[in-house]
Every structure is written in structure tokens, then in C-alpha cells.
């Protein structure tokens, strides 16, 4: 072959490639998944209640409490607390749908504070002024795979008491000061969907904490409130995880640090290519802050781009995989529109909104792919 024609052959790089990771565990994930069948034993039993100690540990918890989503982690945490309407909830608009809606969900109001530009997290010297005798937590997201600014939102939490309620859902395995999200707050909210670091094969979920009682509340609540069975002091819902689907999270949850490590490689590669591709100077592209002290666990890899939807188009005409996460803040839903919120508002996450771009950053992301993709970039603003 010329190297004409070799530098012609078509690379494609998909945004996430989950058959690559599945090859390599597939006889593994076979066999747990045979077990539960074996044993039909499927709903909550064995399996899961392995799958929560293992879990617990991995993310520096006492106690871990899985569920039927990440979404579900986030309600069945307000209705722990007891929380409903009349009662407001401090989060970000720059995150996933679940993190709001889940606080509508609850029949509460998501109340709204900016984020920090550099990191995309929540800005904590914002919260105080939003706080209202009818604020009932705080929810925090670790966007990205990075842990928010906990220590000042802890202060101000702890000073007011109002409790913090994580969404960890992109952060299995980040570090903040040390400490595993998920952790710093009353509870953390994890998240199994199969694009996140650990995920299942469907819908689960995770809630972790450190206080006993609040545990045995939220494994009550997981079962519609019946304690003991067929009695209901509370009202709960169907909040269960799936014994196969607890198996397969046992098995990958050996991987995770490894595929971690993968994602950390490819995003320091990412930087050495940027770098020498003289991109980031020259002002075309921001690439993603990492806090120092942070453990970052790159669910994704944002980076903030000069005429960020020609980009798109370009790289999508090459099959080069990219996404906007999140296209539209959630101030600006049109379901939120009863709060009465407008463009300018939060003009961080509004800028977020029009000018970032998630790059692939899976383990499995070859040194030829991630060339490729600087290489493109780079040539779309002409270096
Ligand atoms: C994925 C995600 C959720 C919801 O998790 P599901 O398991 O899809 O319900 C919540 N918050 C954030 C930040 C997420 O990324």
C-alpha cells in the first residue's frame, strides 16, 4: 500500500465503542449472568447484596443501597428526606435532564445557580444568595467525572443545615481531596446507564451514605415502603435493581480502575496532541481543567471550541464521534418555563451550552483514533 492510499484509509472513531470493552470480558460476564439464571433468584437476593458490599468499599461508604436508575437514586434520596412541594432544591442547570427532574419529580422546585466556568461544576460562591427558608438540600453534580467544589458547599450546607445530596452519576471513582464522590455529601447518587464508567447492561442504580438509618429508609422506600412486607409505613415506589444486572456491575467493577486509568491515559495523550498541534494557544479550542488534588475519572472529554457547531458538522462529516452535553440549559426547557427563567440568566451555562464539545475518550481509544481526531480538528482551523 502507497502511503498515499494509507493515509486515505478511512479511520472511524465512534464517540463510545462498548463491543470493544464487551470482548474483552464477555466469557466472565457469561458466567455471572448464568449464575443468577441458574439460581432465578432475580429480583434484590444474593447477588445484588454482593454487588452493594463491593460498592460500598469502592466508594470509601459504609453503606450502598442500589436501585432502578440514577434517576431513581436522585428521587428516592429526596423522599428520604422527605421532601415535596412547598420546598426547593439548589442545584446546576448544566447537567443531565435527571438531576432537575428529579427535584420536579419529587414535587419540589429546582432552584438554579450558575457553575464555575472553568470546571462546569456548580459555583458554591453563588448558593448562599439563593438560599431560602424553603431550601431543603443541596444537589451537587460531579459533571464529566470531576468532583464539584465540595468543601465551601459543605460549609455553607453544614452552617445552614441543609443536606447535600450528590449526583455522582458521571463520578464513580472521583476524588475530592482524597475523599471518593459520593461520599462527602449525606448521599451519593450513581448512575449504571451503559455510558457511564461502570455500567450495566440496562438501567440501575446506586445510592450510598454513611448513616444506618438513612440506609434502611432508602432499602424501605426501595420497596414501595413496606416494612415488613405487605406493611406500609411510608409510601415508596419499585426502586429495585435487577439481580443480573447486579452480577454484571460485580464483574466490571474489577475492570473500573483499569479502564479509568485508560481514560486518564487518553486524555493526557489528548493534551501532548492538542499541544503539538498548536491548538489551545492559539484560542480555537479549551481543553478540559483538571482541579489539582482531583481524582478526575473522564466519563467525558469536554473541551470548549471557537464556531463549536461548524466543528460539529465537520467532524461528524468525517465520522469522527462527538456530542453536545447538554445543548440547552436546564433554566431554558420549555417544562421549566413556569419558573420563569430567561436567556441571561446564567450566562455560564448558557455559554457552556453553545460552545463545548465531548470528544471519544474511551479506554479502548486507539493512538491512530485519537490522532485522527486532533488531526481533523486541526485541520478544520487550518493548522
Ligand atoms: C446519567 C445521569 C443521571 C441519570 O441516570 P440514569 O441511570 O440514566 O437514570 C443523572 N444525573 C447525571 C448527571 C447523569 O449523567
Not at 436522585?74 to 415535596?84: D, F, K, N, V, Y
Not at 468532583?147 to 460549609?155: F, G, V
Not at 483499569?258 to 479550542?285: I, M, P
Request: net charge neutral; aromatic share 8%; charged share 20%.
Amino acid at each position: 500500500m502507497s502511503s498515499a492510499t494509507q493515509a486515505c484509509k478511512a479511520v472511524t472513531v465512534p464517540l463510545l465503542d462498548l463491543r470493544a470493552q464487551y470482548a474483552t470480558i464477555r466469557d466472565e460476564i457469561r458466567a455471572a449472568v448464568d449464575a443468577v439464571l441458574e439460581s432465578q433468584q432475580c429480583i434484590l437476593g444474593p447477588a445484588v447484596t454482593e454487588c452493594e458490599e463491593k460498592l460500598a468499599v469502592y466508594c470509601g461508604c459504609v453503606h450502598a443501597v442500589t436501585v432502578s436508575s440514577g434517576s431513581d437514586a436522585l428521587l428516592i434520596s429526596l423522599m428520604a428526606e422527605g421532601i415535596g412541594p412547598g420546598d426547593e432544591v439548589i442545584t446546576t442547570p448544566y447537567t443531565f435532564f435527571a438531576t432537575a427532574g428529579s427535584i420536579a419529580r419529587a414535587g419540589a422546585k429546582p432552584v438554579f445557580v450558575d457553575i464555575d466556568p472553568q470546571t462546569f461544576n456548580i459555583d458554591p460562591a453563588q448558593i448562599e444568595a439563593k438560599i431560602s427558608p424553603r431550601t431543603k438540600a443541596i444537589m451537587p453534580v460531579h459533571l464529566y467525572g470531576q468532583c464539584a467544589e465540595m468543601e465551601p458547599i459543605m460549609e455553607i450546607a453544614g452552617r445552614r443545615g441543609i443536606p447535600v445530596i450528590e449526583d455522582a452519576a458521571q463520578a464513580i471513582g472521583a476524588e475530592y481531596k482524597g475523599r471518593r464522590a459520593g461520599s462527602i455529601g449525606r448521599y451519593g447518587c450513581f448512575s449504571f446507564f451503559p455510558s457511564k464508567n461502570l455500567g450495566a447492561a440496562g438501567d440501575g442504580g446506586l445510592v450510598t451514605t454513611n448513616d444506618a438509618d438513612l440506609a434502611e429508609r432508602l432499602r424501605v422506600l426501595r420497596v414501595h415502603g413496606s416494612k415488613p412486607k405487605y406493611y406500609h409505613p411510608m409510601i415508596g415506589g419499585n426502586f429495585r435493581f435487577d439481580a443480573i444486572q447486579a452480577a454484571i456491575v460485580s464483574v466490571k467493577l474489577r475492570y473500573l480502575d483499569r479502564w479509568t486509568a485508560g481514560r486518564q491515559a487518553n486524555a493526557a495523550r489528548y493534551r501532548r496532541l492538542f499541544a503539538a498541534a498548536g491548538l489551545g494557544e492559539d484560542g480555537s479550542v479549551q481543553l478540559p481543567y483538571e482541579v489539582p488534588g482531583n481524582r478526575h475519572i473522564y466519563n467525558q472529554f469536554v473541551i470548549r471550541a471557537v464556531r463549536r457547531d461548524e466543528l460539529q458538522a465537520h467532524l461528524k462529516q468525517l465520522k469522527i464521534g462527538n456530542e453536545v452535553y447538554y445543548p440547552v440549559p436546564l433554566h431554558l426547557q420549555e417544562c421549566f418555563a413556569y419558573l420563569g427563567l430567561r436567556e441571561g440568566d446564567l450566562p455560564h451555562s448558557e455559554a457552556a451550552a453553545r460552545g463545548t464539545l465531548a470528544l471519544s475518550i474511551y479506554p479502548e481509544l486507539s493512538d491512530e483514533q485519537a490522532e485522527y481526531v486532533v488531526a481533523s480538528i486541526a485541520g478544520f482551523y487550518g493548522k
